[in-house]
């Protein structure tokens, strides 16, 4: 319920008793289950340090008993580490798990790995190998709509990477499209507008683009009022990369016509 009520630091909160629950009744699986979603809502809030952490004892623990979990938290380390800088090791893995979740059969964490290792690879300069991975990741997406927008967005995003902007904006038109009609996704909103945006500016639609941007901003500040922990709430606004970038990014473009319109007088 708190995570349907956009709150993740209540989600948070929740899931660190159930892990506490779990484990006093000696149920090893399901505490280990918990401690996932526990590293998912430390991802969402920008917490990378106790997600990394919290995953690994998830694998340490998951791995030997053989569960399934084991392949989507791979997946999640992966993206993990890269956000800690940490880009050879999260290559590594985010590879193993993307092989465990297609001997499973996980098609959502196929395409989850696959958006992880277009960004990994983006991050280390390798922007072809990047492009492949985020459409293999559009492809995965195909069957669920909410997977489907962050795939289109990062493929957007390796795209504008390479100055290949009229593309990007298809990708990043067709996330926006999926967006609307949905009315949220499960992750990748802020990513969502904020590529959809800058497609825009890069394809000269500038007036388009801060409008775009004024509304990113608007909707990340609507999620940022629904986590009632403040600690919380400024490390999701401060922490996160694509939150920051939009907050910095629709603050540079909300100044530029009052600078235009100062050096016309």
Not at 205 to 228: G, T, V
């Amino acid at each position: 319920l708190a995570a349907q009520l956009s709150d993740p630091s209540a989600y948070l909160t929740h899931v660190e008793r159930a892990v506490e629950y779990f484990t006093v009744k000696g149920d090893v699986r399901n505490a280990c289950h918990q401690r996932l979603n526990l590293g998912d809502a430390y991802m969402q809030l920008g917490d990378y340090a106790r997600a990394e952490k919290t995953l690994q004892n998830v694998i340490a623990i998951a791995d030997p008993m053989g569960l399934v979990l084991v392949a989507p938290a791979r997946v999640n380390l992966g993206f993990v580490l890269a956000r800690r800088g940490k880009l050879d090791e999260a290559h590594q893995v985010v590879v193993k798990g993307l092989e465990q979740a297609s001997a499973l059969g996980l098609r959502r964490f196929e395409a989850v790995g696959s958006g992880y290792l277009a960004v990994i690879q983006g991050a280390r300069g390798l922007l072809r190998y990047a492009e492949e991975a985020a459409r293999e990741g559009v492809d995965f997406a195909e069957s669920s709509p909410s997977l489907l927008a962050s795939a289109h967005a990062i493929l957007a995003g390796t795209l504008l990477m390479q100055n290949k902007a009229p593309e990007a904006l298809l990708s990043a038109n067709a996330a926006m499209a999926i967006l609307t009609e949905l009315g949220t996704v499960e992750e990748g909103e802020t990513l969502i507008r904020l590529v959809h945006a800058t497609a825009l500016a890069s394809t000269g639609q500038m007036d388009a683009a801060r409008q775009a941007m004024m509304r990113a901003r608007q909707r990340l500040r609507e999620r940022a009022r629904c986590i009632a922990d403040r600690r919380w709430r400024r490390s999701f606004l401060s922490n996160v990369p694509e939150n920051v970038s939009s907050l910095a990014l629709s603050q540079a473009w909300a100044r530029e016509p009052e600078q235009a319109k100062a050096r016309s007088e």
